[in-house]
């Protein structure tokens, strides 16, 4: 009998827009197809536009599979037919409310990466990162996609505010900053 092995699901989280630097997009077409070629299936918001769009689509092109997880609110708003979305999802769990779509996002994945984005995807960073420190989420490891320096302004933050006292230094264990493919590829390979 063949043994069957389940492909490791990676949660990625990023924008619904794709913001005025095209390279930040070019990346994360680069990240879907990393993400396809090292044999992972991906967890995201199940918008089709975007950062998270451009990383979903490519990484199913290249073989991945992926789940949306949205809730009811945004399905009208973010995805065009739900029916015939196989581009961007190729399956949909519809929820009822944000919180219940971010938990069953952090229960269903084995590790995470943040991609540029707004408010959104600081809110789901600063929730894993929260979640990790609360041993809430333990051995799922965090990357944060620096490329092309979008998130220096973030780790500057974090820098910050260890150096004030309001957080700990032990909170830098909780995520990796990559800031190129390599270091993507060597995050991939060690979960």
């Known amino acids: 009998m063949k043994e069957v092995v389940l492909k490791k699901k990676i949660c990625v989280f990023g924008g619904s827009k794709s913001g005025k630097n095209s390279e930040n997009l070019k990346s994360a077409k680069?990240?879907?197809?990393?993400?396809?070629?090292?044999?992972?299936?991906?967890?995201?918001g199940g918008g089709e536009n975007g950062i998270m769009g451009s990383v979903s689509e490519t990484a199913i092109k290249y073989g991945s599979k992926t789940t949306g997880i949205i809730p009811n609110f945004l399905v009208l708003k973010d995805i065009q037919d739900t029916k015939h979305s196989k581009k961007h999802n190729t399956s949909f769990i519809v929820t009822d409310n944000m919180h219940q779509r971010k938990q069953m996002m952090y229960?269903?994945?084995d590790a995470f990466l943040i991609l540029p984005g707004g408010v959104g995807t600081l809110d789901e960073c600063f929730e894993v990162l929260t979640w990790c420190q609360l041993s809430q989420i333990v051995n799922?490891?965090?990357?944060?996609?620096?490329?092309?320096?979008f998130w220096d302004p973030l780790i500057s933050l974090i820098n910050h505010l260890i150096k004030e006292?309001?957080?700990g230094e032990h909170n830098?264990?909780?995520?990796?900053?990559?800031?190129?493919?390599?270091s993507l590829k060597i995050f991939l390979k060690n979960i």
Do not use: H, P, R, W
């Open 30 to 44: 680069t990240v879907g197809q990393i993400i396809a070629e090292n044999n992972f299936d991906i967890i995201f």
């Open 107 to 109: 229960e269903k994945s």
């Open 140 to 149: 799922k490891k965090v990357g944060i996609i620096n490329f092309n320096n």
């Open 165 to 167: 006292e309001y957080m």
């Open 172 to 182: 830098l264990n909780y995520f990796e900053e990559l800031k190129n493919i390599n």
